[in-house]
């Protein structure tokens, strides 16, 4: 009996004393990557969702709720985009320091004036989110402002490194400042050109970067692809002379090539999450890909 | 509100540049404040000093106006009108007087900063101690709505928020699902040979699972779950079960969890579970004769605890009253008194021993990022109403292992593996005053299991067999104990995670026997679903 005590008392030890670096899950590999150009050394980023799988619908597995269990700080999207699979690892992973409202619970939506805000919300429209459309961090203006919610939650948390977060957010700020420079010159060719996506996942980025991407593959946002509303897309296609179609990793890109050989297009992978399009293990270097890919594209 | 718009959009720009001219003065550094000024007299000094003063006064006055109009603004939207983001194209200014790194020397030209989407970046001071200059606030003359920024449950997001189920302003969750099956069989009497109270359980149309769902915070405490059935019998009565209600603890130390009310007892993975969650029409067999046409649930409570290892493991403990039907192995004074022959004693609790006891302790890991085991061995112990004594004990073993792409769409494609094995040990007494001839002990065993191939978005197929063993007594006839096989196998379609279409074929193998003529029998079922209300989310 006093050997099981002893090696209880040891295990919990390990839960509590293993704090070293801030312990921080992110939903969605873009969040997990801003964390990590935040927090540097400093802290331990966990990413629940793959960069390559739909973000919509990640299963929750036990192993989330052990990290979540684990956490300091929980950064997630706040805008539904994990609705089907967050709510039950919250439930379970029974951690009052990352509820809603504490500053372990970083909501990336907070603060940011989502798109697309359905005024009727019906899910005869498909898959739509109440809140609005979740997709946002691809605007890197965006991505800025969440880096900086991260960098306030990790400096109440860690107020030692406060100077360490605040320095590597005013890195990445002036990067993507920057970057923003040659991002907007090298898409400024074709401001005001119409893309095909195949999910409505890009308004952010269109709308950062002058372009409509306001057709796509799917009738409704995750209804998958109907002959007749391929038709149609052919047609618009054709119409308008549109060069482009976006699709991500998950999607099936056999129904792009199809559309694509019909009207003369190209299809090109987009990610929304670092890690999802081969070189991309961080947000710049996925947003430096998506802009070059799509401007090889467009030319 | 399009004047709203225009008259915000007209005073931006002018208030940044007044906030441009208005910046040094706080720090007075007459370095970068007046930097082509040849050396400054006292008076100049003194002139410029008011000027700034006065200017100040006017960035004040101009921010007041700002957020009064902003206010207006959002009263408007609130309204239902325009969503904010239709905005014209960000304001060249605004992206110029955003970025205050004052290494920029040359203002840049793409705008690296748009108040129309990043609604306020002012934010409550960071650390105790910050930095000259820590996080810069991108835009002083647009603060909005500072307060809502952070802490907020997403509220800050957006300025027209529907006022919805589901759209995050509300108490509570509210779902409504219905479940529905057309079915035939080749038997007459489908309700013996099908063995869950949810399953099809006549020729023709069943609705058998209609259900109102709620969930939501309680306070900061508690969450709270009720899950009320409404179920049509044969003769289209309506039957209604409160199915679950319960409170579950949120933030209690040490990784613990309580929950009580009344709740399925955490034994295996069917039971817990809902039927609409089920990958199958029907309960398997050795879930509706162990543990009960309506599976294990009860008035109770339980206290669960996440070991603190690296993987995930959790130890599970509850305590029901495991009496009446819901508590089928247990306390369960059965058909008209009768159960298992034998004449029930129906009586109170005399003590923790007439209590069911339900411990289980699961376990899971990730063999690669796309492969997940989970284990679990549960238990549920009590007495039963067949003699003054007597006990039943059930064990469970339960298996799990799930492949989902790396690539997958809609959560698909994906193979899942299920298997429960379950064994009970019932101690038949002599029944009421000692009326049956004899006491027996039964060794009950059985088990089922099942792949389920998500081919496709929105596709699965599945196969399950099911086996059920019950020992045979010479001294009852009772059909609820005959030892059974069953193949079945189905093809569902999920239109959305809302809605799913379910066809399924049962072949149920039926030895020789004093009730079902020992010829199997064939089932088909058309299952059909839908919800409306709150996003299912699912469990894992």
């Known amino acids: 009996m006093k050997k099981i005590l002893l090696i209880l008392s040891a295990i919990l030890a390990c839960g ?34 793959k960069a390559t799988e739909d973000p919509h619908f990640v299963d929750a597995r036990p192993s989330f709720v052990v990290s979540m269990r684990n956490a300091d700080v929980l950064i997630d999207g706040g805008a539904e985009l994990e609705i089907g ?27 940011v004036r989502l798109m697309n805000v359905p005024t009727n919300v019906t899910r005869a429209a498909g898959d739509v989110h109440a809140l609005g459309n979740p997709h946002f961090t691809v605007d890197p203006i965006i991505a800025k402002a969440i880096a900086q919610h991260i960098a306030q939650s990790f400096s109440t948390l860690d107020a030692a490194n406060a100077a360490v977060y605040d320095a590597n957010y005013k890195k990445f700020e002036a990067t993507i400042n920057a ?24 308004v952010y980025f269109a709308h950062r970067f002058g372009l409509n991407i306001d057709i796509f593959l799917e009738p409704k946002p995750g209804i998958p692809p109907s002959p007749s509303h391929l038709t149609e897309v052919i047609a618009q296609m054709k119409a308008q002379k549109i060069k482009v179609i976006l699709v991500e990793p998950f999607h ?31 947000y710049v270097k996925l947003i430096d890909t998506l802009v070059s890919r799509l401007a090889a594209a467009l030319k | 509100m399009r004047k709203f718009i225009l008259v915000t959009l007209a005073i931006f720009p002018l208030a940044i540049a007044s906030a441009q001219e208005a910046a040094p003065a706080p720090n007075s550094s007459p370095a970068s404040a007046v930097s082509n000024a040849t050396p400054a007299s006292a008076a100049d000094v003194e002139a410029l000093r008011q000027q700034v003063q006065s200017l100040t006064e006017t960035v004040k006055t101009l921010q007041q106006q700002v957020k009064d109009q902003q206010a207006a603004l959002e009263k408007a939207n609130f309204a239902g009108e325009a969503p904010p983001p239709q905005n014209p194209e960000p304001s060249p200014i605004a992206g110029a007087a955003g970025s205050p790194a004052p290494a920029a020397s040359a203002p840049p030209r793409f705008p690296t900063e748009d108040t129309s989407v990043v609604s306020s970046t002012t934010a409550p001071a960071v650390s105790g101690t910050p930095a000259p200059g820590s996080f810069p606030t991108t835009d002083t003359s647009v603060v909005t709505s ?40 080749s038997a007459r009497d489908l309700d013996h040979i099908e063995v869950g109270d949810h399953d099809p359980q006549q020729r023709g149309f069943n609705a058998r699972n209609i259900e109102l769902a709620f969930d939501g915070a309680v306070d900061p405490y508690f969450e709270g779950f009720a899950n009320i059935v409404f179920k049509l019998d044969n003769d289209n009565k309506t039957e209604v079960e409160v199915e679950e209600a319960f409170l579950q603890t949120t933030s209690l130390p040490f990784n613990l969890q309580l929950k009580a009310g009344q709740f399925f007892a955490a034994f295996g993975r069917i039971n817990p579970t809902h039927p609409h969650t089920w990958d199958f029409a029907d309960a398997p067999l050795v879930h509706g004769r162990l543990l009960g046409p309506d599976g294990l649930r009860g008035v109770g409570a339980q206290i669960s605890w996440i070991v603190p290892v690296p993987w995930y493991s959790q130890v599970i403990f509850a305590v029901q009253n495991g009496r009446g039907g819901t508590g089928y192995s247990f306390r369960n004074p059965g058909d008209g008194g009768i159960f298992f022959g034998r004449m029930t004693t129906d009586r109170e609790a005399r003590g923790l021993q007439d209590f069911v006891w339900i411990p289980r302790w699961e376990n899971s890991v990730d063999l690669s990022p796309t492969q997940v085991v989970l284990a679990g061995a549960s238990g549920a112990f009590g007495s039963n109403e067949t003699g003054a004594n007597s006990r039943t004990q059930i064990y469970g073993g339960d298996f799990l292992y799930k492949w989902k792409s790396s690539h997958a769409e809609g959560g698909f494609p994906f193979v899942k593996w299920q298997t429960e094995v379950m064994y009970r040990r019932f101690e038949a007494g002599r029944g009421m005053n000692e009326s049956f001839p004899v ?98 989310a699912h469990k894992f």
């Open chain 1, 16 to 49: 509590f004393s293993a704090h070293a670096k801030l312990n921080v899950v992110a939903t969605l590999p873009d969040f997990g990557s801003l964390a990590r150009e935040v927090g540097g050394d400093k802290v331990e980023v966990v990413t629940l969702a």
């Open chain 1, 85 to 111: 699979w967050l709510p039950p690892l919250l439930q379970n992973a029974r951690n009052p320091k990352i509820e809603i409202g504490k500053p372990g619970r970083v909501e990336a939506s907070a603060g």
């Open chain 1, 179 to 202: 970057k923003l420079q040659e991002w907007g010159a090298a898409l400024l060719p074709f401001k005001g050109l119409n893309v095909v996506a195949y999910h409505d996942s890009w």
């Open chain 1, 252 to 282: 099936d890109r056999r129904i792009a090539e199809k559309v694509a050989s019909a009207t003369g297009a190209k299809v090109v992978d987009f990610a929304q999450f670092p890690g999802g399009l081969p070189g991309t293990d961080n």
């Open chain 2, 146 to 185: 500072a307060p809502e920024t952070i802490s907020s449950s997403g509220a800050g997001a957006s300025l027209a928020q529907p006022i919805t189920i589901g759209g995050g302003k509300n108490y509570m969750n509210i779902s409504f699902d219905g479940l529905f099956a057309l079915a035939y069989s």
């Open chain 2, 439 to 536: 006491a027996e002990t039964f060794h009950d065993w059985g088990m089922y299991s099942q792949v389920m191939w998500g081919f496709k978005k929105g596709w699965v197929v599945g196969v399950r067999g099911d086996y059920l063993y019950d020992t045979d007594s010479h001294f009852t006839d009772d059909p609820d104990r005959q030892t059974r096989s069953r193949i079945s196998a189905n093809l569902t379609w999920y239109p959305t995670e809302f809605s799913k279409i379910r066809l399924q074929y049962n072949h149920d193998f039926l030895e020789e026997n004093f009730f079902l003529a020992g010829r199997d029998v064939d089932s088909v079922f058309l299952q059909f679903e839908f919800i409306l209300g709150s996003h299912g």
